[in-house]
C-alpha cells in the first residue's frame, strides 16, 4: 500500500477516471451496436454523428487509439452509406 499523501491521491484519481472511462466506452460501444442495428437509412443518418462524436473523445482521451477510432468511423459510415 502506498505511503505517501500523494500516491494516496493518485489511487483516488485513478479508480474515478477508470470508472468514468469504463462508462463513456461502454456507451459508445452500446452506440454502436444500436447504429449497426438500424434498418432505415434516414435513422441511421441522424444517429451517425453523435456515434462519430462520441468516438471521437474517447480517442481525444486515449480511452481506444486513434487509429481504431477512425477504422469505426470509416465502418459505421460505410455501413450508413449501404443502408440507402
Known amino acids: 500500500m502506498a505511503n505517501h499523501k500523494s500516491a494516496l491521491k493518485r489511487i483516488r484519481s485513478n479508480e474515478k477516471k477508470r470508472l468514468t472511462n469504463r462508462y463513456q466506452h461502454k456507451t459508445t460501444r452500446g452506440a454502436i451496436k444500436k447504429l449497426r442495428e438500424m434498418d ?9 454523428p453523435s456515434v462519430i462524436s462520441m468516438i471521437d473523445k474517447l480517442a481525444k482521451k486515449n480511452v481506444i487509439h486513434n487509429n481504431k477510432a477512425a477504422n469505426l468511423k470509416s465502418q459505421l459510415t460505410k455501413h450508413v452509406a449501404t443502408l440507402k
Not at 40 to 48: H, I, P, S, T
Open 40 to 48: 432505415k437509412a434516414k435513422d441511421a443518418e441522424a444517429f451517425l
